[in-house]
Structure formats: structure tokens, C-alpha cells
């Protein structure tokens, strides 16, 4: 029943973004189908045959496609200029994917240390528990790539912004110095989205993404993406994830096929409304530091303009103060929520050093400058006018 709506690589990302992908059945719904199914019926045994043999392209099994999901997968090819993607479970079964397919025991990779948590563990315990060293490097410093490279160095792991001091790191520099040895760059690029930086388009080999984050944008469900070219999905990723099962549901990757029609609307309005609140907050005599990458005062300004198109949806402050100090605004919010979560329509605000970053442990977490202090705040669709009067009332605290 269903005919497939060839991929438009022809039209801009806005457009990719409401019809790219679509895949219609033969009832022509406007809207994209859901189609909750785990098996799929054949014509005939030879046709059964024929699939299995891969003579015949239809899905077989959504532990390995579903038509829901292969919409998901190809709207995002097309806005992210990728040639292949598979979809997820979550972010982290997309970072666990795109690092195990690729390594073997015996090699080695280099990641930034200022990685999300879960992704720290990939690579500094999962990985040296399978026999894959892995060496941590400031990924600001260019030197620290290349002096960490080894005969066996496979993949080269990072992100940018990182979470949640908002740290850049060059892609296309690193991409460079990873090439140079014959190593592969990932790179997980949550907090840019794929609306504000490209990494494919800057040199990257694979990038992931939590689409829990802002590809839904609504804090609904959970789900995860990894795009490359034709030949690292065929012979890596494809393999790993039918053979393994960290599927997506198709109602999750439905539901994100919704979210990436206002993607880029609501991307715009978050960092609109970050920028906004992140000079607010840097007039306030209670914040020694106002973190924002579009501001003159970031450290990587440069760096930023050069490899993003907005600031992001995300701002880090550093309070005059501490722990005692950072929970009393917390605590006098009244708009704003308390979570550990990012990229939704709700602002959220998050005390790194007691939750998403407590079990790094102290010494970690002073090397990428989380002091008790820093707070991060994920910008949400709100009238920033009110994000400004809540912060600035819930300043006044302590
Ligand atoms: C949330 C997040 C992940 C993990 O994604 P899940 O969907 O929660 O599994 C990975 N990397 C970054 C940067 C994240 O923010």
C-alpha cells in the first residue's frame, strides 16, 4: 500500500523539515501514518525469501526498520546533508552504537573531557572494560588532539557546546588532526542542534543526537539518531543495532517526526530568548559570570560565529556564591522548573555540581569549571520578559 515519496534533496531545510521523507499510503493521509506494527506480511514465500536476501528493499521486522521510523531517519538525511542514519532508542543508545561499531579490543580513541555523563562513561569505563584505551584531552586544546594520538586511534569523540560551562571545540580543527591519523570524528551535537552547526558539513564523520532533547522539543519522549555516509551506516552501524535491538518505538520516532516541523522555529525562539536573558543576567550584581557563546565576553566568541549560527538554546551563570547560594535561587523561582532535562518549551534550570555532574566526583568537575556556583539554564518559549523577572526576583534570595 504504501508508495514511497522520494527524498527532495532539491528543497531548503525549512521545507525538508514539514515534507522531507514522507513516505504516503495509499489512503493519502496529509498527515505522516503511525504505523505501530512489529512484523510486516508478504505476498508470497518468495517474496519472504527475497527480502531476507535483500533482492527485495520492504521492511522485514521493526527491530530492524518501520516505515514511521524510516520517515524519521530520512527527514533528518535530509536536513543534516547526511547520506544514511539510523534512528534509536534514546541518545545514549545512538553514542553506545556509533562508538562500539566502530572499535574493537586492541584500539584506541580520544575524547574531550567535558562530555555529558553517560557519555563519559562510554567512553572512559564501558570501553577500557572491552579493551579499548581511551585517552581524555581538553578538547579547546588542539596540541592535547594530537599528542594523544596512537597507531591505533580509531574514533575521536566530542562535544560542542559542552555541557554545561558551553565550551567550543574547533570541529573542523580536530576533524583535521583525527583524518590526519585515519581516525573517525563523532561528534554528539545536542546543544547546537542541527539548526545552529553542521558538523558534517565541517568535517565530521558521524554525528548523534538525543532527539529526547530539542528534535522533540516538548519533554515527551525519548529517542536518538546516528547520521553518516552510505558506508559507515552499511558497515557498522546497520549491523550493530538489527543484530543488538536498541530500537526506537515507531510512536516515539512519530512524535518526533511532528517535532522536527517546528524544529527550526522553535530553535530560533530559544536562542532569541537565550541571548536575551543571558545580557539580563550579566547586569545582575549577584552573577559574576553570564556564559553565552554569542556574547563578546565568551572566550571562543570567534570560534563560536565561525562554526554556529546562534549562541544556543542554553545558558550557564556562575553566582557570587556557592552551593548554599545556588539552591536559595532555585528554590525562589517560581516560573521556572527544576530539572535535569534540556531543549524543552519549558525553561528549565539545573544545579550541575548536585545532580547531572555529582558523580564525576570534585576533581572532575573543577578541572571543567563547574563550581557549586554554576547554574545552567536550558531557555524555553516562554515571554523571556517573565524568565527576567523570575530570575531576577529569585537573584535577590540570598
Ligand atoms: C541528553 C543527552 C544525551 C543522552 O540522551 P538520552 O536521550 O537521554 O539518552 C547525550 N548527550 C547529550 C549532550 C545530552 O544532552
Known sequence: MTAHNP???????QTQLVHGGTLRSGFGETSEALYLTSGFIYDSAEQAEARFKGDDDGFIYSRY?????????ER???LEGAEDARATASGMAAVTTAMLCQVKA??????????????L???????PNLGVECTLVDGRDLEAWKAARRPNTKVFFLESPTNPTLELVDITAVAEIAHECGARLVIDNVFATPILQRPLQLGADVVVYSATKHIDGQGRVLGGIILSDAQIIGEHVHDFLRQTGPSISPFNAWVLLKGLETLSLRVRQHCDNAKSLADFLATRPQVKRSIYPYRPDHPQYELAKKQMSAGSTMVAIELD???QEAFSVCNALKLIKISNNLGDAKTIITHPTTTTHYRIGEEARQELGITPGVLRISVGLEDVEDLKDDLGQAL???
Open 106 to 119: 586492541g584500539d584506541h580513541v580520544i575524547a574531550a573531557k567535558a562530555l555529558f555523563g553517560a557519555c
Open 76 to 78: 533528518m538525511m535530509l
Open 121 to 127: 562513561y562510554v567512553v572512559n569505563t564501558l570501553l
Open 321 to 323: 556564591g556557592g552551593k
Open 396 to 398: 535577590k534570595s540570598y
Open 7 to 13: 527524498a527532495t534533496p532539491e528543497y531548503r531545510p
Open 65 to 73: 526498520s518501520n516505515p514511521t521510523v524510516r520517515m524519521f531517519e
